[in-house]
Nanobody, 115 residues
Framework: QVRLVESGGGSVQAGGSLRLSCAAS????????MAWYRQTPGKQRDLVAL???????NYADSVKGRFTISRDNAKNTVYLQMDSLEPEDTAVYYC?????????WGQGTQVTVSS
């Protein structure tokens, strides 16, 4: 069964940190580039950070220097460490492959940053 399960969201004040986790079924994870996306109401879902199967990373300009993506291939899990959070980071965060597969979207995890 193909599954992506996100967790770790919550409510924090500006300047705080959160660590998101995404557990993936092995069939998705093994050879794919994995990414975190985020979406706010009325807007499209945007790519935040990606990591290749070999560990190369790339970030949206808005999160460079504040967010760090990583993966644990043994656990089929991808992480997003979010530091120096800003109110503009408030969104539902999802993980998926790159490019995203519509059938893989999970329920997401809500991140709320207050000023």
């Amino acid at each position: 069964q193909v599954r992506l399960v996100e967790s770790g969201g919550g409510s924090v004040q500006a300047g705080g940190s959160l660590r998101l986790s995404c557990a993936a079924s092995r069939s998705i994870f093994s050879f794919n580039t994995m990414a975190w996306y985020r979406q706010t109401p009325g807007k499209q879902r945007d790519l935040v950070a990606l990591i290749t199967s070999r560990g190369s990373t790339n970030y949206a300009d808005s999160v460079k220097g504040r967010f760090t993506i990583s993966r644990d291939n043994a656990k089929n899990t991808v992480y997003l460490q979010m530091d120096s959070l800003e109110p503009e980071d408030t969104a539902v965060y999802y993980c998926n492959i790159v490019p995203p597969n519509h059938n893989y979207w999970g329920q997401g995890t809500q991140v709320t940053v207050s000023s």
